[in-house]
């Protein structure tokens, strides 16, 4: 069924961002493997999580184009960055992705505007809330990774990710 009309600058914005989140899913699985090698399995968790997470935004507007008769185009996904100087650097890479993505998301509410496609930006404002909450615990990550400025501090960070993580998927959020 060809479902309601997307207009052209509107299915351009989708695809760049459902492809956007689908690299942040693969950064996400980066900075995963990087503090896993580290030993850090509260912060590995908590960034497969966040891979999850991304993943499941993209599939969110590929339906969304899907249910309104486009074929989603996945695009190449690029090599993510694999190398950090510090966990500081690793959370600091996380939260300026996350604002890259906050500006996407805005960018293609911009097009649903101008373009007067309302299903869009109903679809759309899901994520800008989001955004809200991924940019906040970004900074709370950032925040409590500077205030553990020594080994000890940052190991015992870890095993606080590693208890959050636990406590959410017994109250049903994601496994790894
Ligand atoms: Fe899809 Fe981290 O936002």
Avoid at 56 to 69: K, N, S, T, V
Avoid at 105 to 123: G, R, S, T
Avoid at 149 to 172: Q, T
Wanted: hydrophobic content about 45%.
């Amino acid at each position: 069924m060809p479902g309601v009309p997307v207009p052209p600058a509107v299915v351009t914005e989708i695809q760049r961002q459902f492809n956007h989140e689908l690299s942040a899913a693969h950064a996400y699985t980066a900075l995963a493997t990087w503090c896993a090698e580290r030993n850090l399995k509260g912060f590995a968790r908590f960034f497969h999580k966040q891979a999850g997470e991304e993943r499941e935004h993209a599939q969110r507007f590929m339906d969304h184009l899907l249910d309104r008769g486009v074929m989603p185009e996945l695009a190449a996904i690029p090599a993510p960055r694999t190398a950090f100087k510090s966990v500081l650097e690793a959370v600091q890479h996380a939260r300026s992705m996350e604002q890259l993505n906050t500006a996407g998301i805005h960018q293609a509410y911009e097009a649903a505007l101008a373009a007067k496609d309302y299903p869009a930006q109903v679809a759309i404002q899901w994520f800008i809330s989001e955004q809200v909450e991924e940019e906040a615990w970004c900074d709370e990550l950032v925040a409590r990774v500077e205030a553990a400025n020594c080994a000890g501090g940052m190991s015992s960070l870890d095993r606080h990710l590693e208890k959050i993580l636990n406590a959410k998927s017994h109250d049903g959020g994601a496994e790894d």
